[in-house]
């Protein structure tokens, strides 16, 4: 039974994402990033500090290992999204926009600067192709390590599993949009970008599977890598999603954005309720 809820939930977080993410990318992304922003801020933060944190702490394992751990997984998300920007700084250099860009994306879209960018095309096309390797690449590992935090959490507790699953889901929404706008423009069309990146997102599954058959026999390790799963949700919500978050704005666009916070939140809670009482 835990099995095939740890593959529903890494399929439904790993696939479900992209296809939510192209939704909102191909037909309504100016309307609705900030607010999945948002959301999946708050979702993040609720499951971390409601749920597998508390869950990790009550076991038998010591609070100060337990924090040592969580402190190493904020150092280690850290680097690697260092090592991420790097990519994408070396992708922009060689003419694929930043998907953290659409200002960007919008302007050479409209032909801004259409001559130098057919220019650079032909110099660079290897590198594009390339590029749009890399962030698939990059997705995959990203999916793997996913599937074993939800793994991790369904082990422990069937409701932990559920809400891990569906806040994996809300922060790979936003990351899925800019990916697909990266793969959109190396691909050629909308089509192409979908199914590498939901190709991409299977690999969840089989880091699914892996943590389960890892974690069955190592079940001492399971408050470490709730804690490690804690960890990357709160470095993504608090260094990528909240910064995004930070602009002026007018009391009622601030309000709208504190409102899908809060709804993050709540929507955490009551699914974690559902589900421990069908449970």
Same mark, same amino acid.
């Given at each position: 039974?835990?099995?095939?809820?740890?593959?529903?939930?890494?399929?439904?977080?790993?696939?479900?994402?992209?296809?939510?993410?192209?939704?909102?990318?191909?037909?309504?992304?100016?309307?609705?990033?900030?607010?999945?922003?948002?959301?999946?801020?708050?979702?993040?933060?609720?499951?971390?500090?409601?749920?597998?944190?508390?869950?990790?702490?009550?076991?038998?394992?010591?609070?100060?290992?337990?924090?040592?751990?969580?402190?190493?997984?904020?150092?280690?998300?850290?680097?690697?999204?260092?090592?991420?920007?790097? #990519? =994408? %700084? *070396?992708? +922009?250099? /060689? !003419?694929?926009?930043?998907? &953290?860009?659409?200002?960007? @994306?919008?302007?050479?879209?409209?032909?801004?600067?259409?001559?130098? #960018? =057919? %220019? *650079?095309? +032909?110099? /660079? !096309?290897?590198?594009?192709? &390339?590029?749009?390797?890399? @962030?698939?690449?990059?997705?995959?590992?990203?999916?793997?390590?996913?599937?074993?935090?939800?793994?991790?959490?369904?082990?422990?507790?069937?409701?932990?599993?559920?809400?891990?699953?569906?806040?994996?889901?809300?922060?790979?929404?936003?990351?899925?949009?800019?990916?697909?706008?990266?793969?959109?423009?190396?691909?050629?069309?909308?089509?192409?970008?979908?199914?590498?990146?939901?190709?991409?997102?299977?690999?969840?599954?089989?880091?699914?599977?892996?943590?389960?058959?890892?974690?069955?026999?190592?079940?001492?390790?399971?408050?470490?890598?709730?804690?490690?799963?804690?960890?990357?949700?709160?470095?993504?919500?608090?260094?990528?999603?909240?910064?995004?978050?930070?602009?002026?704005?007018?009391?009622?666009?601030?309000?709208?954005?504190?409102?899908?916070?809060?709804?993050?939140?709540?929507?955490?809670?009551?699914?974690?309720?559902?589900?421990?009482?069908?449970?």
């Amino acid at each position: 039974m835990t099995l095939i809820a740890i593959l529903l939930g890494t399929v439904a977080a790993g696939v479900g994402s992209v296809w939510l993410a192209a939704f909102l990318s191909f037909a309504m992304l100016a309307r609705f990033t900030t607010h999945m922003l948002s959301l999946a801020a708050g979702a993040l933060m609720a499951t971390a500090f409601m749920h597998l944190l508390p869950e990790a702490f009550e076991s038998q394992a010591g609070a100060h290992e337990l924090f040592a751990w969580l402190l190493g997984g904020l150092v280690f998300f850290f680097l690697l999204d260092k090592a991420e920007l790097w #990519h =994408h %700084g *070396h992708e +922009h250099h /060689h !003419g694929i926009p930043d998907p &953290a860009a659409p200002a960007q @994306v919008k302007h050479a879209e409209a032909g801004g600067h259409a001559g130098h #960018h =057919h %220019g *650079h095309h +032909h110099a /660079h !096309g290897s590198e594009q192709r &390339a590029g749009g390797w890399t @962030v698939l690449a990059g997705d995959s590992v990203h999916a793997f390590g996913d599937g074993i935090l939800i793994a991790s959490a369904f082990l422990a507790d069937m409701r932990l599993g559920v809400v891990a699953a569906l806040a994996v889901l809300a922060h790979e929404v936003p990351h899925h949009m800019g990916d697909l706008v990266v793969l959109r423009q190396t691909s050629g069309t909308e089509r192409a970008a979908l199914v590498k990146v939901s190709l991409a997102g299977t690999v969840t599954a089989i880091g699914g599977l892996t943590g389960y058959f890892l974690l069955s026999r190592f079940e001492n390790f399971l408050p470490y890598f709730l804690v490690l799963a804690s960890s990357s949700f709160v470095y993504v919500a608090l260094a990528d999603l909240i910064p995004q978050l930070q602009k002026r704005l007018s009391l009622r666009e601030t309000a709208g954005q504190v409102a899908w916070l809060g709804a993050g939140i709540a929507l955490v809670t009551l699914v974690s309720r559902l589900a421990h009482h069908a449970h």
